[in-house]
């Protein structure tokens, strides 16, 4: 898990986990990804989105492969990296 970063955050904002996608090999099934950045449990939901206004977004994986999954929470592909963690 990474350290969370903190910045600058706004209301309704989500949280910068971190400026770099977590990578990782999955297998098949459903995941849920924090769009809020409260998990705990990065990048995947935990439930500490609750009274945040943000919901957990579900996503399935087919086959066993290797993601790049966004910590930043500012991706227009969620919840796969689409690399603006580089603008911020």
């Known amino acids: 898990m ?3 970063i903190l910045v600058n955050q706004q209301p309704n904002e989500p949280i910068i986990v971190a400026k ?3 990578v990782m090999e999955v297998e098949p099934g459903t995941y849920y990804w924090c769009s809020c950045g409260h998990s705990s449990n990065q990048p995947f939901c935990n439930g500490a ?3 945040t206004g943000f919901k957990p ?3 399935e994986i ?3 492969k290797r ?3 966004c910590q930043c929470k500012y991706t227009k592909q969620a ?3 689409d690399g603006y963690h580089n603008n911020l």
């Open 49 to 51: 989105h609750k009274g």
């Open 62 to 64: 087919t086959e066993k």
């Open 2 to 4: 990474s350290e969370t």
């Open 67 to 69: 993601v790049a999954l």
């Open 79 to 81: 919840p796969f990296c």
């Open 20 to 22: 770099k996608p977590t």
């Open 57 to 59: 977004i579900a996503f």
